[in-house]
């Protein structure tokens, strides 16, 4: 599975922006997706991520109430609507997928996940 972010960009504080994560090689229904960032000089970091369906989701809570991530089947792709950004959220996002069916919990874990997309730049200025 190969997967290709895109969508980052510099924008404002308190502006919107979408990251969408594009599959391919195989479908990505049953996989769970996932969301990731990691600024300059930190580690790596969970932000959000889903299972199977949409409606089984996980979210940091730096992000809760602020960011989204849906995924449109049809299209083997990932989305993650970002709201109110702040120069907190500056980072490097990478999406990613894994062929586990993890519980809710767990879906943070970098190990639960085997394919890793490039990342995408966000740049939030103040």
């Known amino acids: 599975v190969q997967l290709q972010a895109s969508g980052g960009g510099l924008v404002q504080a308190g502006d919107s922006l979408t990251l969408s994560c594009v599959a391919s090689g195989d479908t990505i229904t049953t996989y769970v997706v996932g969301w990731f960032r990691q600024a300059p000089g930190n580690e790596r970091e969970f932000v959000a991520a889903?299972?199977?369906?949409?409606?089984?989701?996980n979210y940091a809570d730096s992000v809760k109430g602020r960011f989204t991530i849906s995924r449109d089947n049809r299209k083997n792709t990932v989305y993650l609507q970002m709201k109110s950004l702040t120069p907190e959220d500056t980072a490097a996002y990478y999406c990613a997928a894994g062929r586990r069916n993890p519980a809710l919990s767990a879906m943070s874990l970098e190990r639960m996940y085997d394919y890793w997309g490039q990342g995408t730049l966000v740049t939030v200025s103040s």
């Open positions: 889903s299972r199977i369906t949409s409606t089984t989701a």
